[in-house]
């Protein structure tokens, strides 16, 4: 079934402790996003990529990192985590990046819950 | 900076019932889009409508319709003869080059 794919669906984790969220999708989007839900906040985006090699900031960058090897995987890192960082992340890909209209929709993984102690 | 804003952050409808939803957004560009996505209790994030903002007719998908009045940079979606399915936390969103925006989400009951 075509989509996005995220692991781990959920993780606690010590604060100052390393962790990848995976994002993984097998429709070959050019564009992918991760975004962090907070209550009250709905969506923020945290970093996006318009085409693999090229990543940018989002709204809330600060502690993450991201990379694009290749157009499927975009994983996210939080290099040492902290509490503030617990939420439910989201990876979402679209076929459309910087330059050219939004024409096409955001496609959503299921998330994947963290919860920093 | 662009920004979306939801002022209702909850909202109850009788089953069968029409409720809309408001949604307002910034920003100073003149092509971009626009969505509605759904999040029932799953958490999966489903979209529900889109609209073009170069086009003046409002988007229709089955129940689900929109009054986009551009020049008040306005979005709200109508939800007509609800059901306990839509029960949900729906967002409104506008895509500018590539980007999207999400508001702060409203809550939508249902009542049986």
């Known amino acids: 079934i075509a989509g996005i794919t995220q692991a781990p669906t959920s993780q606690i984790l010590a604060a100052g402790r390393r962790m990848t969220l995976r994002c993984t999708q097998d429709?070959?989007?050019?564009?992918m996003y991760w975004y962090r839900q907070d209550l009250g906040l709905g969506l923020r985006l945290i970093h996006y990529?318009?085409?693999?090699?090229?990543?940018g900031k989002g709204e809330v960058p600060d502690g993450y990192s991201v990379s694009r090897a290749n157009t499927d995987d975009f994983p996210l890192t939080l290099a040492s985590a902290v509490p503030s960082q617990t939420s439910v992340y989201f990876c979402?890909?679209?076929?459309?990046?910087?330059?050219?209209?939004?024409?096409?929709?955001?496609?959503f993984g299921a998330g994947s819950r963290l919860t920093v102690l | 900076a662009q920004t979306v804003t939801q002022s209702q952050p909850e909202m109850s409808v009788q089953e069968a019932e029409t409720v809309t939803l408001s949604c307002t957004y910034d920003?100073?560009?003149?092509?971009?889009?626009l969505f509605w996505y759904k999040q029932p209790p799953s958490r999966q994030m489903i979209l529900v409508i889109r609209?073009?903002?170069?086009?003046?007719q409002n988007a229709t998908e089955n129940r689900f319709s929109v009054n986009f009045q551009k020049a008040a940079k306005s979005f709200s979606l109508k939800i007509s003869d609800s059901q306990l399915g839509d029960t949900a936390m729906y967002f409104c969103?506008?895509?500018?080059?590539?980007?999207?925006?999400f508001g702060s989400g409203t809550k939508l009951n249902v009542k049986p």
């Open positions: 609209q073009e903002a170069y086009k003046q």
């Open positions: 979402a890909s679209s076929a459309s990046g910087t330059g050219r209209s939004g024409a096409n929709v955001l496609t």
């Open positions: 969103a506008v895509s500018l080059n590539g980007k999207f925006y």
């Open positions: 429709m070959r989007h050019n564009a």
């Open positions: 990529s318009n085409t693999a090699g090229t990543t």
């Open positions: 920003t100073s560009e003149n092509n971009y889009y």
